[in-house]
């Protein structure tokens, strides 16, 4: 049996990357001032339906529960965070900075970067309207990447503002209630053959031309920039950021300010995608609550595959994986009579914290050292002949020494801790 099409097992070496990913998503967004935050997995399918757009909506993985609701599991987290703000906006002061990390489900077909169960990182930032906030959440999608090894010259946020092409329609004559319909064919521009656009733009009364050398002119937005800017240049993070008109997110809910981060091969999809969504949460409450809101999510799966193919990230991501899996301490039992005082002391080692190893059953003494030395282990203590001393090995120097049994749990803490010997 296999699993599910899109969906992954997680090995061991597979759940250390992933929470490498995890632990570095986490840190970032914390030094950033956000807290962690989470909703349901399953949603009723009505929320999407309204909020995210078609293109969601043709993804979702739905069904009608044995309670005869329609439900759906999360493609996203932006809609239940709008939901879950309309209902508890004033127990928080503003302007609240949630991150989230979980799963998420899309009925995608398969293919490079996407499958149909991923993770996201999602921060968002509700409650302020300034390009403060917008240059914020750039610093920290810029960081979080920082975070993995990667650097200007492996990825590039695109930025943009939706509000630029309501302008072009406005100045093309076209129909401003279809500009939903439209950005999704400016989003799926560089994905579609010429034809297909040139079709679906004809009811517009636009052709492919208009649209891409509008795309060509960035300056057209850069008045909408110039706060955004600022800050960003303030922060020397310039290198980071381009304006890129043809960045305009395929989600329905977007109002203005948008960006998509990229390699900057633009060999895979976007790594990361987010925005301003100002009347989310107005909508999800029926205009009872109003509030800006902002945000961004980012995917484990094109980060993993850029990770593997920057030599410098991928090494980053095997050293600590290494140094976070290496055991403190491996107990090898040279005698076996030996075994219930050496069952005592890591009882002893363990409950003071340290990560303690040794063999279940009977093994050559060859063998157990072996092993401590796969498993990355500071020091092999050794039970054996010596009793009631014990040996203890240091595996990186291979230096011996004999210590008393009864002084062990205090006297190893200086192979842990050098300052503790002296
Ligand atoms: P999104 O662009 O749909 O935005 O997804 C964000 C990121 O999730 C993508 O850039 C990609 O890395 C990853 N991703 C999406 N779908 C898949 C998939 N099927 N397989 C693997 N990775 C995938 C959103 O979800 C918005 N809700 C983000 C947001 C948060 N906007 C405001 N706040």
């Not at 962690?36 to 043709?58: A, F, H, M, N, Q």
């Not at 949630?98 to 991923?118: A, C, D, I, N, T």
């Not at 999602?122 to 302020?128: L, P, S, T, Y």
């Not at 240059?135 to 920082?146: F, G, H, K, Q, T």
Request: glycine share 6%.
């Amino acid at each position: 049996m296999q699993p599910l099409p899109g969906f992954r097992d997680f090995l061991p070496d597979d759940c250390a990357a992933r929470n490498y990913i995890f632990t570095r998503w986490r840190d970032v967004a914390r030094r950033y001032g956000f807290v962690e935050w989470d909703g349901p997995l399953l949603e009723p399918t009505d929320l999407y339906r309204k909020k995210s757009g078609e293109e969601i909506v043709d993804q979702l993985f739905n069904f009608i529960d044995k309670g005869e609701r329609e439900v759906a599991l999360r493609p996203e987290l932006t809609p239940t965070l709008a939901r879950v703000i309309a209902a508890h906006e004033r127990e928080f002061k503003k302007p609240l900075k949630w991150f989230s990390v979980g799963p998420f489900f899309r009925y995608e077909k398969q293919q490079r970067g996407r499958l149909r169960e991923h993770f996201q990182l999602n921060c968002d930032i509700v409650g302020e309207a300034s390009a403060a906030a917008d240059a914020e959440l750039i610093a920290l999608v810029v960081d979080v990447l920082r975070s993995f090894g990667f650097d200007q010259s492996d990825f590039i946020v695109r930025v943009s503002n939706r509000n630029a092409w309501m302008e072009f329609l406005s100045f093309h004559h076209c129909d401003l209630s279809r500009a939903g319909e439209f950005l999704e064919i400016v989003d799926k521009l560089e994905r579609m053959d010429i034809s297909a656009v040139e079709a679906k733009l004809r009811s517009f009364s636009l052709k492919p031309d208009d649209v891409i050398s509008f795309i060509q002119q960035p300056h057209i937005q850069s008045e909408q920039f110039a706060a955004l800017f600022q800050e960003i240049h303030f922060r020397n993070l310039e290198e980071f950021i381009l304006l890129d008109p043809g960045i305009v997110r395929g989600l329905a809910y977007y109002t203005g300010f948008v960006f998509e981060v990229f390699d900057r091969k633009k060999k895979l999809r976007a790594i990361a995608g987010g925005g301003r969504y100002d009347n989310l949460i107005a909508q999800l409450s029926d205009h009872a609550v109003k509030m800006p809101a902002l945000g961004f999510a980012m995917g484990d799966v094109v980060l993993g595959e850029l990770i593997n193919e920057t030599p410098r990230a991928r090494d980053a991501m095997k050293e600590a994986i290494a140094a976070e899996h290496k055991i403190d301490i491996y107990i090898v039992i040279a005698k076996e009579e030996r075994r219930a005082d050496a069952l005592a002391q890591i009882q002893k080692l363990r409950d003071r914290g340290y990560r303690v190893d040794y063999s279940l059953a009977p093994a050559k003494v060859g063998k157990q050292f072996q092993t401590a030395e796969d498993l990355g282990a500071t020091i092999a203590l050794l039970y054996g002949d010596e009793w009631p001393q014990v040996k203890v090995k240091k595996l990186a120097t291979r230096e011996e020494s004999l210590i008393a049994h009864e002084a062990l749990l205090d006297d190893v803490a200086k192979f842990f801790n050098p300052s503790a010997s002296t």
